[in-house]
């Protein structure tokens, strides 16, 4: 994964805008609720870690991944798939360590930043 | 078609909605399967768009409930899932589903399945429709099949069917009935005079002439060619099937059908009747009930026509015993007389 990529898949905004024949508005309500549910998210994900509980972590994993592939962000989709099947190994073994998470965290914050970023630059925040 | 979105994610509810609504379809969105379930259970649904997970009641489980569900129109089922797990995909088919959907759902994808949607609810609508009218023929039929044709009175087999019913429910609970059958006079002679066109018209105004004394709960039916069969479920007792009878006797004769082939007067048609009854005790059946009205009537055209005669019961005449089972006290005068004083039987 590079970051040197676009961090949104312009496709998927491309079919966004073309919900309401390029007013935006259908995007902007979108990105709008992305962002309440990401953050929130990524607070869920930092705190679930912590107190090492992989079944809420595979849940909020997985709505993130749902909510970001929407938006066309396909790496950090791809980043939240990763760490919901970690969890659920996780779960599965009974451990109570997230013993890589770490990697798959730091990738995960730095993508959740890019898209973020992006999205600011796409719908201005009201 | 209304289509309702149940998805626990705000974007993915959105971008549904908006996609929905973009193909000109009308939207109801549910953030849970429970709250989708509700707006499921108060119809006017054509198409649910559901995910797979959600908390409480998910994806497979809305289908299961929709499919057991029975009644009300066939809602199209698309399961949205993730592409990471295909065999869901088999698990929701076999739950109910007609379609799926991989997420993040592409808008042609969305369009492909109303496109099926559409097809599929209207065929199920089709098949809906033609089902009721089946039934609806059906029932006409079996009305048909139990109604005579010419006078519109129940038929022969509907009064088969009618008279065992009121037969055993009469044993059952200790109820009485009458039967009473009458019988054009001189029809043949009306034929042979008139033609068998006025004949039927003849036979339509008699039976219109029954129909129109024979009160709620009795029926009249075409028993024979000019025969006329009427059943008193409940009849009460005393000479209450003789007086009805005889209502319609003089309903048919006041009705004043020309008969200028009648060899007596009065040159109108008439008819005679036989009445019988069954009460509790009776060892008699049914059948043997319509014997005995059959009977009478055979004793009312020998007496001169144009009158009723009702069956003996048990050796007394039927009207006399129907008299004493009506007024118990009297009943029992006449027993403690009749064994008083032995000269008087």
Known sequence: MSTTTDPLDRSQIELLLSLDDGAGDALAEIVEEYRQMSWQGRDDLRRERREGDPTALAHTAHALKGASANLGAKDLAQVCAELEMHARQVELVGSDEFADAGALMERFEVEFTRVQVALMLLVPER | ?345
């Open chain 2, 1 to 345: 078609m209304k289509v309702l979105i149940a998805d626990d994610d705000p974007t993915s509810r959105l971008l549904l909605k908006a996609m929905v609504s973009k193909l000109g379809h009308e939207c109801v969105v549910a953030e849970d399967g429970s709250s989708a379930w509700e707006v499921l259970a108060s119809g006017g649904i054509d198409v649910l768009l559901t995910d797979w997970m959600m908390p409480g009641v998910d994806g497979p489980e809305l289908c299961r409930r929709l499919r057991n569900e029975v009644g009300g129109g066939y809602i199209y089922i698309v399961l949205t899932t993730g592409l990471d797990h295909p065999e869901d995909v088999l698990e929701g088919m076999s739950a109910g589903a007609d379609d799926y959907l991989t997420k993040p759902v592409d808008r042609f994808a969305v369009q492909t399945r109303l496109v099926a949607a559409e097809r599929v609810t209207e065929l199920h609508r089709q098949l809906a429709l033609t089902q009721e009218q089946l039934e609806r023929a059906n029932l006409e039929l079996l009305e048909r099949s139990l109604t005579d044709q010419l006078t519109g009175l129940g038929n022969r087999r509907r009064m088969d069917e009618d008279l065992d019913r009121v037969h055993a429910r009469a044993h059952r609970l200790g109820r009485t009935y009458g039967i009473a059958i009458f019988d054009i006079d001189y029809f043949k002679r009306y034929n042979d005079h008139y033609g068998h066109v006025a004949g039927d018209d003849a036979l339509r105004d008699v039976a219109s002439c029954i129909e129109l004394i024979v009160r709620a709960g009795e029926c009249a039916y075409r028993y024979g060619g000019e025969e006329f069969l009427v059943l008193m479920p409940d009849c009460g007792l005393g000479d209450v099937v003789s007086t009805a009878a005889d209502r319609i006797r003089q309903s048919v004769l006041h009705a004043a059908i020309p008969h200028e082939a009648r060899p007596s007067t009065p040159c109108v048609v008439t008819v005679s009747g036989g009445v019988s009854c069954w009460m509790p005790g009776s060892q008699l059946s049914a059948r043997e009930v319509v014997e005995e009205a059959d009977q009478a009537l055979y004793e009312a055209k020998t007496a001169g026509r144009n009158r009723i005669s009702a069956a003996p019961l048990g050796g007394a005449d039927l009207l006399e015993a129907m008299d004493a089972l009506d007024e118990p006290d009297d009943e029992r005068a006449l027993e403690v007389s009749r064994s008083g004083s032995p000269a008087h039987t």
